[in-house]
């Protein structure tokens, strides 16, 4: 089986207190420190949002990185990824991880620099788009070495797990047995042995593992359904 990494969502940490949450989750057991990075981006001399939401951008991963040795899993909900890939890599960000939809005509351009930087390249999908849409990312001389199925709309923490997505899942898992499959949305004990079935090994958890008194526990149950 593919290993497990367990990946707490900073999104539903104490922004405040950065350092210290990402020093608790890597107590905790935390494999990765997923950061969930959505900014205003210009794009035609228009302001647009990928997400309707706003989150933190290349200055908090620099600061973050000088308190932290953790692989920063960065997940890109913006419609320009190219244009932070030389900021995040300077920053010190471990995995990029941008959007198909948004990367269809330049997604060769944004894997090679992103490798160039020193960072792992992957590739996410939201709810509504076919897993066919990534097949492409996935072979030829610079493959994405991470496919991120979104489990809920991106934009927010909290939100319910979209059980369909465990199709897109379960289909990359055939095709590719050695693929890092990242599930991002909803996921927590109830949802996780239903990832995991489906070939999931890379476990994005925010509000499940924030949001309960012992995140140690919840960390090490993901991990156990994972290499079940
Ligand atoms: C949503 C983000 C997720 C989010 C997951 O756009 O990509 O990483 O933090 O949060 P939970 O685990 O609470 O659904
Ligand atoms: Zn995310």
């Not at 996780?192 to 090490?220: H, K, L, Q, T, Y």
Request: with cysteine; charged share 20%; proline share 7%.
């Amino acid at each position: 089986a593919v290993e497990a990494k367990i990946a707490p969502s900073m999104l539903s940490s104490d922004f405040a207190n950065l350092a210290s949450e990402a020093e608790r989750m890597v107590s905790f057991g935390a494999d990765w420190l997923h950061m969930d990075i959505m900014i205003i981006d210009t794009v035609d001399f228009y302001l647009w949002h990928f997400v309707p939401n706003l989150t933190i951008g290349a200055p908090v991963i620099a600061s973050l990185r000088k308190h932290t040795k953790a692989y920063l899993d960065c997940h890109l909900m913006v419609t320009n990824p190219l244009d932070y890939v030389d900021q995040l890599g300077k920053a010190g960000a471990s995995g990029f991880t941008f959007h198909v939809e948004v990367s269809k005509d330049n997604w060769q351009e944004v894997v090679k620099e992103i490798k160039l930087k020193g960072m792992r390249p992957g590739v996410a999908l939201k709810p509504g788009t076919p897993i066919e849409d990534v097949y492409p990312l996935l072979e030829g001389e610079n493959p994405v070495e991470m496919v991120l199925v979104m489990t809920v709309e991106p934009g927010f923490g909290g939100q319910k797990f979209i059980p369909d997505m465990m199709n897109k899942v379960r289909t990359l898992r055939e095709k590719y047995p050695k693929l890092d499959i990242e599930v991002d949305g909803g996921l927590g004990p109830s949802t996780i042995d239903e990832a995991a079935a489906a070939g999931a090994n890379c476990i994005v958890a925010g509000s499940s593992v924030f949001g309960d008194p012992e995140p140690a526990r919840v960390i090490s149950l993901l991990r156990t359904s994972v290499n079940k």
